[in-house]
């Protein structure tokens, strides 16, 4: 069926990639970066192969003249463009950072015209005429966008897009502002303005119904050469297209190239995940970390015999940087069950391995989430020697340091697969100190965050027995608890933190050095 949709488009052999987290995405509410931040990303966005990062807009802030500035001058294979409104001081501000392209940007649509820049049809044209001349005199390539275009009267969009080409812009922009396009309009309205110019076209769609990328792969379609898309699909209100979702359809459904190394679109998703504080639902296409996760008997039993029966096929984990897993749940089968602990390295019987998935049903019965670490614990309870399991991360010692004059500090020593790390923390008391310090010692070779801590007394009086439970999460979305019981509270929380960190590493199955 795909075939014959191939056939009938319009399709370009190439779609250039046009990158907006930094800009467009910083605008997610609630999203602010550092300079060191952006600059980060945008070097990922290089090693991922984008052809234009939209580094910010400068005239806004002194740290975004700053940021813009910095990428522009880092050395990077994509070129980098500044945002402008169609005003000199926004496009001098660009060009003093030192950008590659000016991306110019007016409303077209009558109600932004009226209720925003106040002004008439014609005004907007002679602005359009002349911040791109101006961008053009000083030899930067122009990039420009009628802003709200898909509510703009056909007729005179496609007259503002004819002045802005006659007065020198190279690549024109159909931006869905308000993300109110269907596909078959946004074919409809790509096709009409591409009758219209030479330029490139360029589309940029937002997704408050859910429709940005379906729109944006409708445009190329229709003979779109670029795309305006974000990491994560990050951006205003409900966001922008998602670069991993448009990058995976244009290669492996309509055969596009992009250019992409799509190898590091994980990595990439993880790092402005990190950075910008917006986590992905696990359901997430691409790089969500169900995307490539099986939970049920019959799906589980065919994805162990043969991946495609239940994947696209044409998109594996690995072209993503990603990885497939299998999970436990009520859902769950014994070849489902049997594959994961082979995983984690236990050796059970088949009468155990029956035993085990019988009890992971029962706990998914009881509405219970069957997590990797539940599933340890049950397989612990019925093999029994998986207790004994290899250490990855060996507590050698720490100590605290605290008082009312001192800031609680705590030095820590781990040998992790036989190299000693060491280093110190501080922390607002004790315990926060002592697992500071364990993280940061081990962030040399894991980023792993503390998503859950309880404590409980166990026992009365002040030497009462305390058990420590904590949850740990690894920058790839594995998760283990780790529990433990002492009556120094600190001594209890570090060895939890110890116990989940192993359980972690055993998941991850990396070898024990
Ligand atoms: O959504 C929009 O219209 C924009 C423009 C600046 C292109 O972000
Ligand atoms: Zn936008």
Not at 60 to 86: M, N, P, T
Not at 188 to 208: F, W
């Amino acid at each position: 069926m795909i075939e014959r949709v191939r056939e009938k488009a319009s399709l370009p052999q190439r779609v250039r990639i046009f990158d907006t987290t930094l800009r467009d995405g910083e605008q997610t509410p609630g999203v602010s970066l550092t300079v060191e931040q952006k600059l980060t990303i945008a070097h990922q966005l290089d090693r991922l192969g984008v052809h234009v990062i939209e580094a910010g807009f400068p005239i806004s802030s002194k740290g975004e003249r700053q940021a813009v500035r910095r990428i522009a001058r880092a050395g990077l294979d994509a070129e980098v463009c500044g945002l402008a409104r169609v005003l000199k001081q926004d496009i001098e501000a660009c060009i003093d950072c030192g950008v590659d392209m000016v991306h110019t940007f007016v409303s077209t649509s009558d109600i932004q015209r009226e209720h925003t820049i106040k002004k008439s049809r014609e005004e907007v044209l002679e602005l359009v005429a002349e911040a791109v001349s101006y961008v053009r005199e000083h030899g930067i390539t122009c990039l420009f966008s009628a802003m709200d275009a898909t509510r703009t009267e056909l007729d005179y969009l496609l007259q503002v897009f004819r002045t802005a080409e006659e007065a020198g812009a190279g690549i024109m922009n159909i931006p869905d502002t308000v993300g109110v396009m269907v596909p078959p309009a946004m074919r409809l309205i790509t096709s009409e303005v591409k009758r219209a110019i030479r330029a490139v076209v360029d589309v940029h769609c937002h997704n408050d119904f859910g429709l940005a990328t379906a729109n944006t792969l409708a445009a190329v379609e229709a003979g779109a050469e670029q795309v305006q898309v974000t990491v994560n699909g990050i951006g205003e209100r409900a966001g922008n297209a998602s670069l991993e979702q448009v990058v995976m359809s244009l290669t492996t459904i309509y055969g596009v190239e992009t250019g992409i190394r799509t190898e590091h679109l994980y990595e990439t998703s993880k790092l402005v995940e990190r950075l910008t504080g917006i986590r992905m639902p696990p359901n997430y296409p691409v790089v969500g970390e169900n995307a490539f996760s099986h939970e049920s008997g019959i799906h589980t039993h065919g994805v162990l015999e043969k991946a495609e029966t239940f994947e696209p096929g044409v998109m594996t984990p690995e072209m993503v940087g990603h990885r497939r897993r299998i999970v436990s749940g009520k859902h769950a089968g014994v070849h489902g069950v049997r594959a994961m602990l082979a995983e984690m390295g236990v050796h059970a019987t088949e009468e155990q391995v029956r035993e085990i998935t019988a009890r992971v049903k029962e706990l998914g019965d009881k509405g219970k989430r069957v997590t990797d670490a539940d599933l340890l614990a049950i397989a612990e309870a019925v093999v029994g020697e998986v207790a004994k399991q290899e250490k990855v991360v060996e507590l050698e010692e720490f100590a605290v340091m605290t008082g009312n004059r001192v800031l609680p500090t705590a030095s820590v020593r781990l040998r992790f697969r036989g190299r000693e790390l060491r280093g110190a923390e501080t922390g607002v008391g004790p315990v926060d100190a002592a697992l500071r310090a364990v993280r940061s010692v081990l962030s040399e070779v894991e980023d792993i965050r503390l998503t859950e801590y309880h404590l409980e007394a166990i026992t009365g009086g002040s030497d009462a027995l305390a058990e420590v439970l904590v949850k740990l999460e690894d920058s790839r979305g594995n998760v283990a608890a780790g529990k433990a019981a002492r009556e120094d509270i600190v001594n209890a929380s570090v060895e939890a933190m110890i116990s989940a960190i192993n359980r972690i590493f055993l998941m991850r199955g990396i070898e024990k050095g």
